[in-house]
């Protein structure tokens, strides 16, 4: 199973960037997809979570800001990241969870500064 994560960038404060991320491979069992992401110095944090039914889950620091969202025919995850702060500054990465294995995409730079 591989992690396809794309969409990450700089952005001024107040703007908007979309992340995606699409697994390929061999896939049974999916339980959840979703977002974490680590600054520097600072353990890695989830950020937005959903299931295989669309239930989601955020921290606190990003609600009513972030959409996590899922195409499961594409086995894609996307996250809409709206009134983007310099603390969101982070590498993000993308996640798969089966009832027995955890996968990790290789990350994706999100900068926000002005």
């Not at 969409?7 to 995606?20: E, H, W, Y």
């Not at 520097?40 to 299931?51: D, F, L, N, W, Y």
């Not at 972030?66 to 894609?76: C, W």
Request: glycine share 12%; charged share 20%.
């Amino acid at each position: 199973v591989q992690l396809q994560a794309s969409g990450g960038g700089l952005v001024q404060p107040g703007g908007s960037l979309r992340l995606s991320c699409r697994a390929s491979g061999s896939i049974s069992g999916i339980n959840y997809m979703g977002w974490y992401r680590q600054s520097p110095g600072k353990q890695r944090e989830s950020v937005a979570t959903i299931t295989s039914d669309h239930r989601t889950k955020y921290t606190g620091s990003v609600k009513g800001r972030f959409t996590v969202s899922r195409d499961n025919a594409k086995n894609t995850v996307y996250l809409q990241m709206d009134s983007l702060k310099p603390e969101d500054t982070a590498v993000y990465y993308c996640l798969l969870r089966t009832l027995t294995d955890v996968y990790w995409g290789r990350g994706t730079q999100v900068t926000v500064s002005s």
